[in-house]
Nanobody, 127 residues
Framework: QVQLVESGGGSVQAGGSLRLSCGSTYDSPPVIMAWFRQVPGQEREGVAAIYLDNYSTHYVDSVKGRFSISRDSARNLLYLQMNSLTPEDTGVYYC?????????????????????WGQGTQVTVSS
């Protein structure tokens, strides 16, 4: 079992930055953790992912060079540093985790592949 709690969302103007945090509790550490985002009427979209064994990171093209996922293992915290934000980054951001190794790159961004989810935190970017 994994419990996830996000924080750090808010409102920011275009070009600004935010850092999201995800606190986690578990009996054993998951294999992979990720950030997803969702806007009303659309599917949940994967944004960034990190494997906890080797800390390899992955990003969707739309956020490469702007977002950075990281983990503080001592504090069981997952971060998403978001820079150069645009209105298209607006949405509810979710922290996700799973114990399975996702062998396909496409699976990293498939919300159905993740078992554990936080409640989400709202990010609003105004132009």
């Amino acid at each position: 079992q994994v419990q996830l709690v996000e924080s750090g969302g808010g409102s920011v103007q275009a070009g600004g930055s935010l850092r999201l945090s995800c606190g986690s509790t578990y009996d054993s550490p998951p294999v992979i953790m990720a950030w997803f985002r969702q806007v009303p009427g659309q599917e949940r979209e994967g944004v960034a992912a990190i494997y906890l064994d080797n800390y390899s990171t992955h990003y969707v093209d739309s956020v490469k060079g702007r977002f950075s996922i990281s983990r503080d293992s001592a504090r069981n915290l997952l971060y998403l540093q978001m820079n150069s934000l645009t209105p298209e980054d607006t949405g509810v951001y979710y922290c996700a985790a799973d114990y399975r190794i996702l062998t396909s790159y496409g699976h990293l961004w498939d919300a159905r592949r993740y078992t554990y989810w936080g409640q989400g935190t709202q990010v609003t970017v105004s132009s």
